[in-house]
Every structure is written in C-alpha cells, then in structure tokens.
C-alpha cells in the first residue's frame, strides 16, 4: 500500500509538473514586434560583432528597420500567426565598413526566410526548416 501512495504521489507531481511547463511555454516569450533584436548567429556561426550592430525592430504596420555593419538597413515584411515570414526588398545605405559581408549574407538570409519562432529573448529565422540566423532580445 504503501509503494502505491509512493507510486501515486511521484505520478501526481510529474503530471503538475508536465502541467506547468506546457502552461508556461511561451509565457516569457518577448514579442517579435516592437522589440530590438541583436544578431549573434549566422548559418550557424557565433559572430563577432558590436553591441550597437546588427540590431533590428519590427513594427506592427509591417516593416522593419535597424543598422548593419554600418548601413542602415529598413524594408518591409508579412507575417502570419503560424509564424510563416516573407520580406520584401530590403533598402539601405552603402557605405563601406569592415564587415559590409556579414551584411550581405543577412540580406541573402532574409530574402529566403520562410518562418521565424521566438524562444524566450531568442528570434531564431529558418528557411525552409533550417536554422539561418539567431538575434537576441537588445
């Protein structure tokens, strides 16, 4: 009797516990619009780069806006509530600075996103599955 109350009262804290999480998920999610999101990740490498680089905010009336390596960088998005993306042209300025590559490869990123998923303070942006790049809440 005693193995069975041990049995049951484990049982009943998993349950609370699968409980929770499931009730949790996404609960401190920051939200994709209105939020400035730092790049720390492309095709899968960590980067290495400034604090005030890289970064981008989403507005509700669709579009986008931030800085680059040293551009400014602004365009134009549709998002869905099963979070499917698609950008638009991306428009920006075109001055020369060090790492004016990384700011192409995320140009190449963005025109093929299909989707994005927030985890947390982490917008990760996917292309057909896979994992493209990763910004983080600034």
């Known amino acids: 009797m005693k193995q069975i109350l041990s049995i049951l009262i484990v049982s009943v804290a998993l349950a609370a516990m699968v409980g929770c ?3 949790r998920k996404g609960k401190n999610n920051k939200p994709f619009v ?13 980067l290495d780069i400034d604090a005030d680089q890289f970064v981008f905010q989403f507005t509700e009336d669709g ?3 931030g800085v680059g390596a040293c551009n400014r960088m602004m365009g134009d998005y ?4 099963k979070r499917a993306i698609k950008f638009g ?6 001055m020369m600075c060090p790492k004016a590559h990384l700011e192409a490869e995320l140009t190449k990123i963005i025109s093929q996103a299909t ?4 985890d947390g303070d982490l917008l990760l942006i996917l292309s057909n599955g896979e994992l493209q790049a990763v910004f983080r809440a600034k």
Request: aromatic share 10%; hydrophobic share 40%.
């Open 21 to 23: 999480c499931a009730c």
């Open 34 to 46: 209105g939020t400035e999101w730092h790049l720390e990740r492309m095709m899968g490498q960590v």
């Open 63 to 65: 579009r986008f806006a």
């Open 78 to 81: 549709s998002a869905t509530e």
């Open 89 to 94: 042209a991306l428009a920006g300025t075109r």
């Open 115 to 118: 989707h994005y998923e927030i």
